[in-house]
């Protein structure tokens, strides 16, 4: 059974950082691609990032590049989200998701095409 936890969420003030992580169990992460999404009350799923395993080449959303960061600590099996200069509009439930046959070539990051979810971790960013 793929588990794919995330953790870090929490409440900031704007122009704040949060540090996300996504910890599996059951499988190595570092066979997958691993996508953040976050959805916010009344809107659509939205690909944030994107980790690709072979290469780690990463892919970002317009709406969040230059001031998030996708990683991955093998040694951890985890992969990290860093969000930095944070908005009231990065308020959301984020959540990770990892795929073993995916390979993100760029935005859109599509949710479809991830199988495996976590349950989210809600941020909040307050003005």
């Known amino acids: 059974q793929l588990q794919l936890v995330e953790s870090g969420g929490g409440l900031v003030q704007s122009g704040g950082s949060l540090r996300l992580s996504c910890a599996s169990s059951g499988f190595t992460l570092h066979y997958h691609a691993v996508g953040w999404f976050r959805q916010a009350p009344g809107k659509e799923r939205e690909g944030v990032s994107c980790?690709?395993?072979?290469?780690?080449?990463?892919y970002y959303a317009d709406s969040v590049k230059g001031r998030f960061t996708i990683s991955r600590d093998n040694a951890k099996n985890t992969v990290y989200l860093q969000m930095n200069s944070l908005k009231p509009e990065d308020t959301a439930v984020y959540y990770c998701?990892?795929?073993?046959?995916?390979?993100?070539?760029?935005?859109?990051?599509?949710?479809?095409?991830?199988?495996?979810w976590g349950q989210g971790t809600q941020v909040t960013v307050s003005s």
């Open positions: 998701a990892a795929d073993a046959d995916l390979y993100c070539s760029g935005p859109p990051i599509r949710a479809p095409d991830f199988g495996s």
């Open positions: 980790i690709n395993r072979s290469d780690g080449s990463t």
